[in-house]
């Protein structure tokens, strides 16, 4: 395994260090990569796509966060993208390495040393400048080093770029002392939203201190800046997968509700015409679509503004989704049902959509349990074992509320059947081909699962599709 020179930094991919100068740089592992990527496709002027395909491989992030990773790694390399020694901004197209005098040798993995600092451009050793725009803010910034990103960080914010010159001020004095730079906030009417920037950044600098958010007087509102902070910059990427839930419930749905159908009418004894099968489907599209859309929406939004206690969140976020998608469409069936044909059968939306969410939650986080932050973006194998993991959890969901005596999609339409006259969808035929007399328990319990099951499936499956 090679390890690269280039000025006085030494990168060994095979120790996962950066050193300068005989002192290692501190680098969190993803930006690392991202150091490692550009060095070793060196030649090209690597396309932003293939950066994300190449780096961020088991996650789907904005270009946003490329841009914090470039912004990190220049500062700390002592690089100006004005006049860049390292990394070159390619216009429309992504980012390249040019550092010209790179030598690439073998990785015997002895400690990495840098050549004598006299054997290096005076510009070499340089170290990153700080943004003064006269005299008087250069002495400032040697007194206390911390004064004028704080300026930056506790500044306005009306615009994009000014957002992101305060993520770059939080990370600067994260590198300062986190809890310093605490300590510094306490009483300023910004103090708040400047906490929930820190809050965001700190994963991006290694060595970075925690930043408490419920304990302090203002703690209520850094929490609500930092979610709004958040669900802003992943407001298209969470409206993508939203859809993309929605539709695999609703494919799932439609899966499910046309084999219910066929099965009904195929089944020896049935008297439900094969036209029951893409009626069936069409009722299961609907349901899973809704189901999915809350579902999805929650898992989405819990990905997106959790980067600390990741899997609660998305078992917490999913179930209340699925609750309020279950909440409404109980009570729309109520009504409907009520005012169209006078029945009221027993149908337990928001329960069965509390239960469920919470059980595809569960699996889904159990399935991306790799994932530390960020929307998962499994591929290929990775991708079916979240699905299964997904699917087991809503089936255990699904079990749960059978045992408990609360009917999903299946159950319902057999209590609707059974309460209106004529009508062929009464799931009596599957209980016989189990073996039962009619739908008893263990036929209640097995359509269940496979409705549970079914439902968690798509809907992983169409959340992790990558845009």
Known sequence: MPRYRFADFVLSPRQRTLVRAGEPLPLIPRYFDLLRFLIERRADAVHRRDIFDGVWTDVIVSDSALSQAIRTLRRTLGDDPREPRYIRTVSRHGYQFVCVDLVEEDDDGSAAVAPPAASLPATATADVTLPADDEAQTAEAEVDPRAPWLAILLGDSP??????????????LHALGTAETLRRLEGHPHAARARAV??????????????????????????????????????????GRWIGGTSGGALAGAAAGFVGGLLLALVPGATAPLSVAPVLAAVGAACGAFGGAGVSAGLSVAEAIAFSGRRPALMLGAALGGGLAGGVAQVMARWTLGALFGLAPAIGGLVAGLAIGAGVGAGYAFGTRGVPAGLAAPR?????????????????????????????????????????????????????????PEFGPLTRTLIALAEGGTF??????GLTRRP
């Not at 615009?159 to 600067?172: I, K, N, P, V």
């Not at 304990?215 to 800046?225: L, Q, S």
């Not at 968690?456 to 499956?461: K, N, S």
């Open 159 to 172: 615009s994009e770029a000014a957002r992101e010159e305060q993520r770059d001020a939080a990370e600067r």
């Open 198 to 239: 820190l809050r965001d950044t700190r994963h991006q600098v290694a060595g970075a201190g925690p930043v408490p958010l419920l304990g302090p007087p203002d703690g209520f509102a850094a929490a609500r800046a930092l979610v709004a902070l958040r669900a802003r910059r992943a407001a298209r990427l969470v409206a």
């Open 380 to 436: 290929r194998r990775s991708r079916l074992a979240v699905a299964l993991c997904t699917g087991a959890g809503g089936a255990l969901a699904a079990l749960a509320l059978s045992l408990a005596g609360i009917p999903l999609v299946g159950g319902t339409l057999h209590l609707v059947a059974q309460a209106s006259a004529g009508a062929q969808v009464a799931l009596t035929p599957l209980g016989r081909l189990i073996g039962e």
């Open 456 to 461: 968690g499936a798509g809907l992983a499956f």
